[in-house]
């Protein structure tokens, strides 16, 4: 089956004001409706989506490398806070007009908080992790993800070291197919999507697990901003066959609560590689908010 993962129409970097890189790769035409993508956990710039969506749609696909993943340099230290000023001279730099974002697994908090911060017009959170911190899951939490997040509040510093310890595109790849139902197995481990998938693991993690390992923390800690306070539409995706412990532990219903202009698609027959089964409605969706 094609799952739409298709090679980048163009790759690149920009550099930014303080002399580090941000890889980006690109699918659709140059003066398509740009559509920003972050990426899931421990993937690259170059595993795309909606391949044979985007350009009959005039989609500007958009996908970033956070920095110490792919081609982006590392940011020690870094914040969703940072993410948002990087974004921000991308935008920029390669003349984005009103661009709005996806933000798939891992992916979600960092773009919430493009939109948080004002850079992006809609969002398409995609099975996506939610504020795993907040005070609402704090009886619902898988405990092995309820430690992580532990972890992450009492030390930071000593967490990040573990999750570098642990992260490897292999031992990801062990966990991703081991956790999944039939339903995102039977996407991951379709040879086409699998080399795709593999290879942009390998390519995050190029320069070693430290940016997987700062995505991490921010995604197991408390976001720096109230989701109550982003202003722009919002689709929550959620497949209810997803099994991931660490995307939404209530599948986006009581985030869909807290974002005013949320809404939540549940559907009942996905699970979380929704983006891949569901790419052109996830793109047609977000681009009737933006068009």
Known sequence: MDYGVREPARLGRIRLPGGRSLGWAEWGPVDGTPVLVCPGAATSRRL??????????????VSVDRPGLGASDPDPGRTLTGWAADIRHLIHERALRAPSAVGFSQGAPFALALAAYGLVDAVAVVSGSDELAHPRFAHSLDPQVRGMV????ADPGA???????????????DLIITTSPEADRTVYTDPVFQHAFRRAMAEAFSQGPGGYARDTVL????????????????????????????????????????????????????????????????????????R
């Open 48 to 61: 795309g989506f909606g391949g044979g969506v985007v350009d009959a749609a005039g989609v500007r696909l």
């Open 150 to 153: 532990d972890v992450v509040a």
């Open 219 to 290: 995604a197991m800690g408390r976001w720096p901003f109230d989701p109550a306070d982003i202003a722009v539409p919002v689709d929550l995706w959620y497949g209810q066959q997803d099994t991931s412990p660490v995307h939404s532990p209530d599948l986006g219903e009581s985030l869909a609560r807290m974002i005013p202009k949320a809404t939540r698609h549940l559907l009942p027959a996905a699970g979380g590689s929704l983006l891949w089964t569901h790419a052109e409605t996830v793109l047609r969706t977000l681009l009737a908010h933006v």
């Open 159 to 173: 967490a990040e070291a573990s999750f570098a310890d642990f992260g490897s595109a292999d031992t990801l790849w």
